[in-house]
Nanobody
Framework: QVQLVESGGGLVQAGGSLRLSCAAS????????MGWFRQAQGKEREFVAA????????YYADSVKGRVTVSRYNDKNTVYLQMNSLKPEDTAVYFC????????????????WGQGTQVTVSA
């Protein structure tokens, strides 16, 4: 049973930084892709970034490119989302997701999800 647990969210001022973590367990993730998504209140869940577990290839939404870095630490089965230069519009619940194979930007393509962690950016 795959389990994903996010942490690291919080309240930060605009221009600040946060690092989110996603601890994955339940299997080995070689060949899997891990995605980060976010959902602001009243809006649809949107793709933020993804990384392939085996090769560490990364992908980013245009809205966060240059401000966000996704990485993984194989020994700890953990994926990170480093977010810099945060803006109020980054305020959302951030979710970690996992799927076998290539990454997708569509939430419905991901089989496993964490519970989410709230990020609030004040102006």
């Amino acid at each position: 049973q795959v389990q994903l647990v996010e942490s690291g969210g919080g309240l930060v001022q605009a221009g600040g930084s946060l690092r989110l973590s996603c601890a994955a367990s339940g299997r080995t993730f070689s060949g899997w892709s891990m995605g980060w998504f976010r959902q602001a209140q009243g809006k649809e869940r949107e793709f933020v970034a993804a990384i392939t577990w085996s090769y560490g290839i990364t992908y980013y939404a245009d809205s966060v490119k240059g401000r966000v870095t996704v990485s993984r630490y194989n020994d700890k089965n953990t994926v990170y989302l480093q977010m810099n230069s945060l803006k109020p519009e980054d305020t959302a619940v951030y979710f970690c997701a996992a799927r076998w194979g290539r990454y997708y930007t569509v939430p419905s393509e991901y089989e496993y999800w964490g519970q989410g962690t709230q990020v609030t950016v004040s102006a």
